[in-house]
């Protein structure tokens, strides 16, 4: 299930086999603590819950999306394994980074509305470093995005419309 309107756009179903394949040949899902933001559907975070994620906090601002989301993960039996947040990925990571409890993932997933430009990306990313250390970024865009200084850009691939980068921050030990 998808929410109405055209402020959610659903990864489709190839580019997300495609994109979990290839995280897969990095044994960057199984056991993954995953952050979703932007999550729309959840299609992201209930694919890498279905390939072996632990866990999966879904983070956004939209009521349909988040309607959606519930709706996905109690039809695909993930609810037990996931939260859903009311608030803006950027808000959120803002609060998450200067947060005592700082929580980490191993796997984070950014589907921003592709109109997001490169100031967005820019703070997401960056905010995103004190949240993966040792993990696996996923950024879809509609367009090449520019990451700041230390960051490795591991994979990129071009599905159409869509550019599936796999980012690796720095600091992060190399994946097997």
């Known amino acids: 299930m998808a929410p109405e309107g055209s402020e959610t756009r659903p990864t489709l179903d190839r580019v997300r086999e495609s994109m979990f394949n290839s995280l897969g040949s990095l044994d960057a899902v199984d056991g993954a603590r995953v952050l979703d933001l932007f999550a729309g559907s959840g299609a992201l ?58 929580p980490q993932f191993d796997l984070v997933l950014i589907d921003p509305p592709y109109a997001a430009d490169d100031e967005l990306w820019s703070e997401v990313l960056i905010l995103v470093t004190n949240l993966a250390a040792g993990g696996v970024v996923v950024a879809e865009s509609a367009r090449e995005i520019t990451v700041p200084a230390g960051w490795d850009t591991r994979k990129e691939k071009r599905y159409g419309g869509t550019l599936v980068s796999v980012l690796q921050p720095p600091d992060s030990p190399e994946s097997p």
């Open 45 to 102: 975070g209930i694919e890498a819950l279905s390939r072996g994620a632990t866990s999966c906090v879904f983070v956004d601002h939209g009521r349909d999306a988040r309607k959606a989301i519930s709706t996905n993960l109690e039809t695909t039996g993930f609810l037990d394994r996931s939260s859903v947040v009311a608030q803006d990925a950027l808000a959120w990571l803002r609060d998450a980074s200067k947060s005592s409890t700082n």
